[in-house]
């Protein structure tokens, strides 16, 4: 709990000012400025992601995982992957700038970002140790201090250069703090010190893992591939802080369930009714949280993005859309602590290939027929396909028969129920008696405030009856 309070304050903190960012920089950028950002840091969280080689999840599951051996061996792994791919970065920039978007600004913004590699591959495997320990408050400080450096820094040279240079220099800002600060809040200092054992032992199961991770990487971010392929960039702009906001608190929800849920699954993963229960505890606390959150962004999309440009108003109606695959993603990330635990991490690659093909064939007809709705419906669908498979493979691989699923976490879906059919009879009490409907702004939140109010009761009741327990 102690872990979750402080990786819950990390997280809201850090979402909180990137949120920030986001807003300070539609009303230096225009439209289709904000969409080249957006296609930078695609390209960035992907790298990101492809220099991630699986060596924190095998020490974290590895029960040797904090001997030097295995820190120093996981650590030059780290560092060799990401030279690797500074070479291939550098030389494959013009191609990915003229190539596939046909942009030719994004042939120098790309090999600025090589210095982001650099210094993620110079940075210290204390984060992993730290995490495993399940010691979240140091993290929580560095993420916040490397968020406020970037943010600071982007804001400041995007108003000096008014382009997407400034947001590049922020994002190189933050990785140069978190570097320096690795080395800072842990003993721990990096050694060219090999072991065979240790580094075989990390590859068996990072490279599974890190096949994961690239998947993934491909997978949620094929979304932005596309529309900058078959879209302009104004689209890509409207998009772009639309899926923003919804990751927000799926950052958030996600760091809770993994960061601690996963390291605490390891030390139980020999106990098959042991992980069940712990999973089943971490559903009902996220969902409690992750149901009324992305209740409130379906109802008030349009009032969330009051405070932005009215240029970028398509916003508000796209949030709404897509707030459903918010709640799905939410939803897959509290199962995934039990599979990585057991080691059935290989059925995420399924996943993401099956993402991948469902986004390849209906994203592009959906855009064609609906525009930037049609991409979110798209979204949608991908992730409900997945979201079921990953829930039929966990309860298959936890021994967990459905129906004893559903009474072990009913509580908070019960909750979401009874909150949804609140709504809905606000919303036909403002229809009937012709009170502007959910089309409104106060018609909003008399919905939302009456769907907080019976879901909050309802979990109450619940609780008080000993169905949620602590």
Excluded at 267 to 282: H, K, N, S, Y
Excluded at 302 to 307: F, G, H, I, L, M
Aim: aromatic letters at 12%; hydrophobic letters at 55%; one cysteine or more.
């Amino acid at each position: 709990m102690r872990a979750c309070c402080w990786v819950g304050l990390g997280s809201v903190g850090a979402q909180g000012i990137r949120m920030v960012r986001m807003l300070v920089l539609t009303y230096i950028l225009a439209p289709a400025d904000i969409g080249v950002v957006i296609l930078v840091w695609y390209v960035l969280g992907l790298l990101q992601e492809l220099s991630d080689v699986g060596t924190k999840h095998a020490i974290i599951q590895n029960p040797r995982g904090l001997d030097y051996d295995y820190l120093n061996s996981g650590w030059i792994m780290n560092l060799v992957r990401c030279l690797v791919l500074i070479v291939i970065l550098y030389l494959a920039a013009p191609l990915i700038a003229w190539g596939i978007y046909q942009e030719e600004q994004l042939t120098g913004l790309l090999r600025l970002s090589c210095l982001i590699l650099v210094f993620e591959g110079l940075g210290s495997m204390s984060i992993v140790a730290l995490r495993k320990e399940l010691k979240q408050g140091l993290i929580s400080f560095v993420t916040v201090a490397g968020q406020v450096m970037g943010t600071a820094a982007a804001i400041y040279f995007a108003i000096r250069m008014r382009d997407a240079r400034g947001v590049v220099i922020g994002e190189i800002c933050g990785a140069g703090v978190l570097c320096v600060m690795s080395y800072l809040v842990h003993p721990y200092r990096p050694g060219f010190k090999w072991n065979g054992v240790a580094a075989r032992q990390l590859i068996g199961y990072g490279m599974v893992a890190y096949m994961v991770s690239l998947i993934d990487a491909f997978g949620t971010r094929l979304d932005v591939f596309m529309l900058g392929r078959i879209a302009g960039l104004s689209d890509v702009g409207i998009y772009g802080p639309a899926m923003q906001i919804i990751l927000a608190p799926c950052a958030i929800f996600s760091l809770l369930t993994i960061s601690v849920g996963f390291p605490a699954l390891s030390m139980l993963q020999g106990d098959i009714g042991a992980v069940r229960r712990g999973t089943a505890e971490i559903v009902k606390a996220t969902q409690m949280l992750s149901i009324p959150a992305f209740g409130v962004l379906a109802i008030l999309g349009p009032d969330v993005v009051r405070v932005l440009p009215e240029r970028f108003a398509e916003v508000g109606p796209a949030i709404r859309i897509l707030s459903l695959a918010g709640f799905l993603m939410v939803f897959m990330r509290q199962l995934t602590p039990a599979l990585y635990a057991i080691k059935k991490v290989y059925w995420f690659i399924f996943r993401g290939l099956i993402q991948i093909v469902i986004i390849l064939v209906i994203l592009a007809p959906f855009y064609r027929r609906w525009g930037i709705y049609g991409i979110c419906w798209a979204i949608n669908v991908a992730y409900m396909v997945t979201v079921f498979f990953v829930l039929v493979v966990t309860l298959r691989d936890l021994r967990w028969p459905l129906r004893r699923f559903l009474a072990d976490t009913m509580a908070p879906h019960r909750a979401g129920i009874i909150g949804a059919v609140c709504v809905g009879g606000v919303y036909l009490v403002l229809q009937v008696f012709d009170f502007g409907g959910g089309g409104g702004f106060w018609g909003r939140m008399m919905m939302v405030m009456a769907g907080f109010l019976c879901f909050g009761l309802s979990c109450w009741g619940q609780f008080g009856q000993g169905d949620i327990s602590s």
